[in-house]
């Protein structure tokens, strides 16, 4: 059962889905949006051979110069609250929108044009200076939802407000410049490539899009957070 409620605000921060009660994240993928076969190919282009389509279109199927999946991007079925979808997080990351209710995060906060961002973590461990991530940013209201209903954020999270976020690389699978099949990765089944490997970056099909997190300042507080947000929301509703 899919239904919409609204958060405690407006602008910025959009309505989030629910299912069953429990929210579900902008970049939670659903049944609906298998990825099927992609129609790998060899290309040869400026710069050398690398990973295509057949048939491709480049300002489709590439993304700051990387090949990303051809699937469907429309929520519906069940969401799978373990799978994220490609295509909006990579939407969500590089537009920096909330990965929970998919609006934008710059200026959220009147006082304040850092952007924060989320991570399961044990007790006591920070977000450090100069840490890659895959995980979009979020409002400080969504945070808050997330850390009450997602299971591993509920075991220990760190949050961090990011003064910028530059694009480092993408995780995704690497194929074999000859057979085509997929290279062995480590245990998070996936091999994480900086855009300066221009070797590597040719033969990944791109999953997430990372972004390295720059002037961080840890956050422990985050109803005080999402207070101010809500707070600069309403003061922008026009009476
Ligand atoms: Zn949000």
């Given at each position: 059962?899919?239904?919409?409620?609204n958060?405690?605000?407006?602008?910025?921060?959009?309505?989030v889905?629910?299912?069953?009660?429990?929210?579900?994240?902008?970049?939670?993928?659903?049944?609906r949006?298998?990825?099927?076969p992609?129609?790998l190919?060899?290309?040869h282009?400026?710069?050398?051979?690398?990973?295509?389509?057949?048939?491709?279109?480049?300002?489709?199927?590439?993304?700051?110069?990387v090949?990303?999946?051809?699937?469907?991007?429309?929520r519906?079925?069940?969401?799978?609250?373990?799978?994220?979808?490609?295509?909006r997080?990579?939407?969500?990351?590089?537009?920096?929108?909330?990965?929970?209710?998919?609006g934008?995060?710059?200026g959220?906060?009147?006082?304040?044009?850092?952007?924060?961002?989320?991570?399961?973590?044990?007790?006591?461990r920070?977000?450090?200076?100069?840490?890659?991530?895959?995980?979009?940013?979020?409002?400080?209201?969504?945070?808050?939802?997330?850390?009450?209903?997602?299971?591993?954020?509920?075991?220990?999270?760190a949050?961090?407000?990011?003064?910028?976020?530059?694009?480092w690389?993408?995780?995704?699978?690497?194929?074999?410049?000859?057979?085509?099949?997929?290279?062995?990765?480590d245990?998070?089944?996936?091999?994480?490539?900086?855009?300066?490997?221009?070797?590597?970056?040719?033969?990944?099909?791109?999953?997430r899009?990372?972004?390295?997190?720059?002037?961080?300042?840890?956050?422990?507080?985050l109803?005080?957070?999402?207070?101010?947000?809500?707070?600069?929301?309403?003061a922008?509703?026009?009476?």
């Open positions: 059962m899919v239904t919409e409620m958060n405690p605000t407006t602008g910025c921060i959009r309505p889905q629910y299912w069953d009660g429990a929210p579900v994240p902008f970049i939670t993928a659903w049944s949006e298998r990825i099927p992609q129609p190919t060899t290309i282009g400026r710069g050398g051979t690398g990973l295509g389509f057949q048939n491709e279109i480049s300002h489709v199927d590439r993304h700051y110069g090949l990303w999946p051809r699937m469907p991007a429309a519906g079925g069940r969401p799978n609250f373990m799978a994220v979808h490609a295509l997080q990579r939407q969500a990351m590089g537009r920096l929108l909330c990965q929970v209710c998919g934008p995060t710059c959220s906060r009147r006082s304040d044009e850092r952007t924060l961002f989320l991570a399961a973590a044990p007790a006591g920070q977000i450090a200076d100069g840490e890659q991530t895959a995980s979009p940013p979020v409002h400080a209201v969504c945070a808050r939802l997330a850390v009450e209903y997602c299971p591993p954020l509920g075991r220990g999270w949050a961090a407000l990011v003064e910028y976020a530059p694009v690389g993408v995780a995704g699978p690497i194929y074999h410049p000859q057979t085509l099949d997929q290279l062995p990765a245990r998070t089944g996936v091999h994480h490539v900086p855009f300066t490997d221009e070797r590597r970056i040719r033969w990944v099909l791109a999953a899009l990372i972004v390295t997190l720059k002037g961080v300042t840890p956050v422990t507080d109803d005080a957070l999402a207070d101010e947000e809500i707070a600069s929301a309403r922008r509703v026009p009476r």
